[in-house]
């Protein structure tokens, strides 16, 4: 499976932006879905959303319509989460995914990115 690694959370304010970042450490994301995932403290991993292997085909989750924005940039094997507005309910750890065009799941995962949005 390829290798993911998060980067890009931290501490924002009411109606901020943060730009989230999975990284492919060997193999490239080219042939791969991937998917960004949320976890509050206490709560379930929730779908946030989900790029294709064609780059303009995207996902949301009706929380993230509006505000979150993902896409690839393919020269540097990276994979963004741009979320805009951000609001306190949105604090939580983010995960990107990666399901190879041949997978049935998302079997790759990264470590993780707490992004805290502040009230």
């Known amino acids: 499976q390829v290798r993911l690694v998060e980067s890009g959370g931290g501490l924002v304010q009411v109606g901020g932006s943060l730009r989230l970042s999975c990284a492919a450490s060997t193999r490239t994301l080219n042939s791969y879905v991937v998917g960004w995932f949320r976890q509050a403290p206490g709560k379930e991993r929730e779908f946030v959303g989900v790029?294709?292997?064609?780059?303009?085909?995207?996902n949301y989750a009706d929380f993230a319509k509006g505000r979150f924005t993902i896409s690839r940039d393919v020269r540097r094997n990276m994979v963004y989460l741009q979320m805009n507005s951000l609001k306190p309910e949105d604090t939580a750890v983010y995960h990107c995914?990666?399901?190879?065009?041949?997978?049935?799941?998302?079997?790759?995962w990264g470590q993780g990115t707490q992004v805290t949005v502040s009230s």
């Open positions: 995914a990666a399901r190879h065009r041949t997978g049935s799941e998302f079997g790759a």
């Open positions: 790029i294709g292997l064609n780059n303009e085909n995207t």
